[in-house]
């Protein structure tokens, strides 16, 4: 089940809505409804995973006797604790997303190691790091340990975030899990977020996922370099589009709970760097590395090169079991470690028509190394890309662009920060917070919200193309 599904916007999200309300009239109040909430957060992931739910419970479990573990030993028995927490997390991580990697690995340079077939768990990256970053907390003393496995549990398979993040850190809604409201405005502001995110991922991710998958899912050797080019573009919108908007609606969704889940994207298109652009884009995972990795290991202060080249390798293994995301992290980590002895030392000195241009094509051609596992159809595609094709141009990109003329537009434009700069036009000539400003607001976020409703589920009646890219990592 995804957010962007008719049964969900109409079946699951109004069963679960009467279900939380009633437990909240019940005299267990928040207690009740986080019982609710598990629920149907389990209901919720075994709709579509039911026999790997059971390898979720088992990983909270692991995760809460871990935490338990490493909240009554003092010394070197709560080091054990935390290593042998996390080596089990990696260990069940490795099992059922990199296994058949490596076997196959091994078989190409003659190896050959029999192993079975392992479907990939959905979400099973983003609760693994969650429990990761829970338990390296708990041991700095920086979130409580939690000391009831239903509240755990909450944590980790809270539906919103559960399959495709953003990445939560524990202490970020520990305090909410037994003391939160939700009140008038933020219910409004979730649901607007909610819906806002369902267009971004209907209205635009769909529609421009049809476009790169024709241009680039097919055969490759008569693509023209106007079509490689336009193809690439279509996906880097597609997959801003797609993961953005599952982010508002999962930080929407915890908004009308009461939860506040941390920003994960900062118009990444509007970076003047690639460094820029990575403290834009997957803000969670960006700081799960950072502080669990890059820092421990030295960060700027020693081995500064070596220790960004090994967070961009697992950056780039984190997002799939295959040498193209391996050669993507790496390819991303050159460059960042090259801004910071280049380009971060005279970036005020330099145009930033020039900067945005830069970084841009850098992560176009990026996007090209994410969206191909095959080495020969990606060969083939960066010779189109960079002009060795038999043709140039033909009528097939052409009409692409004029018949989607208006989607071009608007994804370009909401690439940038239009809602901000709105906002700040509305406050500006109506005096935020007088009458007319609130009025205004209330009556353009109401506008909008049942503009995204409407055209979104116009849109997902009989669609068939509308899977969340990142619930693949």
Not at 8 to 24: D, K, Q, T, W
Request: aromatic share 16%; charged share 10%; net charge positive.
């Amino acid at each position: 089940m995804v957010f962007s599904d008719l049964f969900f916007l109409f079946a699951f999200i109004p069963a679960f809505a009467i279900c939380y309300l009633l437990a909240g009239l019940w005299r267990g109040g928040l207690g009740a409804r986080n019982i609710i909430l598990v629920i149907f957060s389990l209901i919720f992931y075994a709709w579509g995973e039911p026999v790997y739910v059971l390898l979720m419970l088992f990983s909270v479990l692991l995760n809460y006797l871990s935490g338990l573990a490493i909240g009554k030993t003092q010394g070197t028995g709560r080091r054990l604790a935390l290593i042998m927490g996390l080596v089990c997390n990696l260990l069940i991580l490795g099992t059922f997303k990199y296994l058949g990697f490596f076997v196959q690995t091994l078989a190409s340079i003659g190896i050959n190691v029999s192993a079975p077939t392992i479907a990939l768990p959905i979400g099973i990256s983003f609760y693994t790091f969650q429990s990761i970053s829970y338990l390296i907390d708990v041991y700095r003393n920086e979130s409580p340990v939690q000391k009831r496995f239903r509240d755990l549990l909450l944590y980790i398979s809270m539906f919103p975030q559960l399959i495709a993040g953003p990445i939560v850190r524990y202490g970020t809604i520990a305090h909410e899990i037994h003391n939160r409201q939700v009140t008038a405005n933020n219910l409004a502001d979730g649901i607007y977020r909610f819906l806002r995110g369902l267009g971004k991922k209907v209205i635009l991710a769909n529609q421009l996922s049809e476009l790169s998958s024709q241009f680039l899912a097919n055969e490759l050797n008569d693509l023209t370099t106007t079509g490689a080019w336009l193809g690439i573009v279509a996906f880097t919108l597609q997959i801003y589009f797609d993961f953005s908007g599952y982010s508002d609606m999962a930080i929407g969704l915890g908004r009308c709970l009461g939860f506040h889940f941390n920003e994960n994207f900062r118009h990444p298109y509007c970076c003047n760097s690639i460094t820029d652009f990575w403290r834009r884009w997957h803000i969670s995972l960006g700081s799960f590395f950072r502080d669990y990795v890059y820092i421990p290991m030295g960060g700027n202060r020693s081995h500064q090169a070596l220790n960004i080249l090994v967070v961009w390798f697992l950056t780039g293994m984190w997002h799939g079991a295959s040498w193209n995301f391996i050669i993507w992290g790496v390819y991303f980590g050159i460059i960042v470690m090259l801004e910071k002895y280049t380009l971060l030392r005279i970036i005020n000195k330099v145009p930033a028509v020039f900067l945005h241009i830069y970084s841009l094509l850098l992560v176009v051609i990026g996007w090209g190394i994410f969206y191909f596992d095959n080495f020969s159809q990606m060969t083939v595609f960066f010779q189109r890309f960079f002009g060795q094709a038999e043709t140039f141009h033909d009528f097939l990109t052409a009409s692409a662009i004029t018949d989607n003329f208006w989607m071009w537009v608007l994804a370009l434009l909401f690439c940038m920060p239009v809602r901000s700069t709105s906002a700040r036009l509305l406050a500006r000539f109506t005096h935020e917070g007088s009458n007319l400003h609130q009025t205004l607001k209330f009556s353009v976020r109401l506008a909008v919200s049942l503009l995204m409703l409407i055209l979104s589920v116009a849109l997902l009646v009989g669609a068939t193309n509308n899977a969340f890219i990142y619930t693949r990592f």
